[in-house]
């Protein structure tokens, strides 16, 4: 069984793509005729051109709205793909969760005619500058450090590329790990946590303490007074990056 038949049984209520975000991953697929999305879950920033969706999880496939390209149950490291399908592929949000990640790396290249476009974080910029982690929640960082990839890992393995950094909206729609940055109140929700696998996966019990924590100082508005700077940004940059590598 898939990890996401288990992690994902929510997603599609808390993780609807964002416009914004979705500008910028349509840009860096540029006027590709064709598009693979790997670990597409749900189909969040499908272009219009994606002919083809690899997802793992029956559970996340099952929440792909109707219309949507179709989908097939694989991994990244095995595409049931020949050589040079499509001009591009991409892969959002999901090399963290990989077994193998040089191979399914390897695929992506293999699988991509033009370009590959992969949407991850630098672990670094993250626990720096997201307050949640860094200040309330410092399992939820442990946890995420044993599983980031590091970005020039990932370039390594693309045989290059251009990194852009991402700015999350302040009203960020999908709600990914830092989307509610400017929303504290948010990750007091179960739900919201639901759909965040580095909250999911780290566990209520270990976030208990920084949970009850935050919510004291939501409530007190301790909160909105030591991090007032951030009250005044429409967006920030807390790590995200979108790696783009031509074939
Ligand atoms: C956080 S979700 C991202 C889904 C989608 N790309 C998005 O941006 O909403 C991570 C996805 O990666 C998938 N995944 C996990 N292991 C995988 C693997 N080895 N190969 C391909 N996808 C995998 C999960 O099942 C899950 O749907």
Do not use: K
């Not at 892969?91 to 193998?100: E, I, S």
């Not at 302040?170 to 580095?198: E, K, N, Q």
């Amino acid at each position: 069984m898939a990890v996401y038949d288990t992690l994902g049984a929510t997603y599609a209520r808390t993780r609807r793509p964002d416009p914004r975000i979705a500008a910028r991953i349509s840009a860096a697929i540029g006027d590709a005729a064709d598009v693979l999305n790997v670990g597409a879950g749900t189909g969040s920033y499908e272009p219009p051109q994606t002919v083809l969706a690899v997802e793992p999880s029956r559970v996340m496939i099952g929440q792909r709205p109707p219309g949507s390209a179709p989908a097939v149950q694989a991994v990244a490291e095995h595409l049931p793909l020949r050589d040079d399908a499509t001009d591009a592929v991409m892969a959002l949000l999901t090399v963290h969760h990989w077994a193998d990640l040089a191979a399914g790396i390897g695929e992506l290249r293999r699988v991509a005619r033009r370009r590959v476009v992969v949407l991850t974080w630098d672990q670094h910029v993250f626990r720096e500058r997201f307050w949640l982690v860094r200040d309330y929640l410092p399992e939820a960082a442990a946890f995420d450090d044993s599983r980031a990839v590091p970005t020039d890992r990932l370039i390594d393995l693309l045989g290059g590329g251009r990194q852009e950094a991402v700015h999350v909206p302040h009203d960020c729609v999908d709600g990914f790990g830092a989307a509610y940055w400017r929303r504290p109140h948010a990750y007091l929700d179960p739900h919201v946590r639901a759909g965040i696998s580095m909250l999911a996966q780290t566990g209520d019990a270990a976030l208990a303490p920084g949970l009850t924590r935050l919510a004291d100082d939501v409530r007190t508005g301790r909160w909105h007074t030591r991090y007032a700077e951030l009250l005044t940004l429409a967006s920030l940059d807390v790590g995200y990056r979108l790696i783009v590598a031509d074939q």
